[in-house]
């Protein structure tokens, strides 16, 4: 039979873009027509994988409220750690 392919775990800081974005920052996206903002959980080399509200991902109609966003349809980036931010990731 074909060999198998393993795949090995990327480690989180693997990937530096040059948008500095980090674990946890809240991005802003457009898909579908609506400007979208949700939460950094998984960095990758051309991407993000970003937790979005519930309701949103329900009138998307995905399955869950996860979605990938490729570094160029980021349209804007808030530092989780500034303390000006901590409102919209409490919200």
């Known amino acids: 039979m074909g060999a198998k392919t ?3 775990p990327i480690e989180e800081t693997t ?3 040059s948008m500095n974005i980090n674990i946890g920052d ?3 996206f457009e898909r579908k027509g609506l400007s979208i903002s949700g939460k950094v959980t998984r960095l ?3 991407s993000v994988m970003v937790e979005i509200d519930l309701e949103i991902a329900k009138e ?3 399955p ?3 979605t990938v966003v490729n ?3 980021i349209q804007s ?3 989780w750690k500034a303390g000006n931010n901590q409102k919209l990731l409490n919200a």
């Open 64 to 66: 869950n409220n996860y």
């Open 71 to 73: 570094y160029r349809h």
């Open 15 to 17: 990937y530096k873009h």
């Open 44 to 46: 990758r080399e051309n």
């Open 60 to 62: 998307l109609d995905y």
């Open 26 to 28: 809240i991005i802003t």
């Open 77 to 79: 980036v808030q530092d």
């Open 6 to 8: 393993v795949l090995q």
